[in-house]
């Protein structure tokens, strides 16, 4: 061969072996570029997640429904409230009634306790005259 083509064959030899290290250092760097880019969507799908759960939760606050539910759980919660004060308080007086009722009947049984008592004695009285 002659010395031209030997250097034309050196010369595409050095541009392919360029284009080759080139080639093999642009495909690492696109694997790591397309990586990167996996984190970001990663990242901003989260972003949209939470984006629209702060949307529904303004809009649920904002809206006619959702400001129509929060008044109606408030009044519940305060019937709620005022019934528990009510049952609370007829429990009580009930309690207090029973009570009276159970002081009285006592008293009743201790009266006649005493009539019995009274009764028994003059009958004693009466048996010991008798027998004088």
């Known amino acids: 061969m002659n010395i031209a083509e030997w250097i034309l064959v050196i010369m595409l030899a050095i541009a392919l072996f ?3 290290v080139a080639g093999i250092v642009l495909v690492i760097k696109l694997i790591n570029l397309a990586n990167e880019a996996k984190k970001i969507v990663m990242t901003g799908q989260g972003i949209a997640a939470k984006a629209d759960d ?3 939760n303004v809009k649920g606050m904002t809206s006619v429904g959702g400001i129509v539910k929060t008044f109606a759980n408030h009044v519940m ?3 709620e409230h005022r019934y528990a ?3 609370a308080a007829r429990d009580a007086a009930e309690q207090a ?3 009276q009722v ?3 009947e ?5 009266k006649q306790a005493k009539r019995a008592t009274a009764s028994a004695r003059s009958a004693k009285k009466a048996a010991r005259t008798a027998k004088k």
Do not use: R, S
């Not at 006592?106 to 201790?110: F, P």
């Open 54 to 56: 702060i949307v529904d």
């Open 77 to 79: 919660e305060n019937q």
């Open 18 to 20: 360029i284009f080759l």
């Open 85 to 87: 004060a009510q049952d």
């Open 97 to 99: 009634a029973a009570a």
């Open 102 to 104: 159970a002081i009285a």
């Open 106 to 110: 006592a008293e009743q049984a201790e």
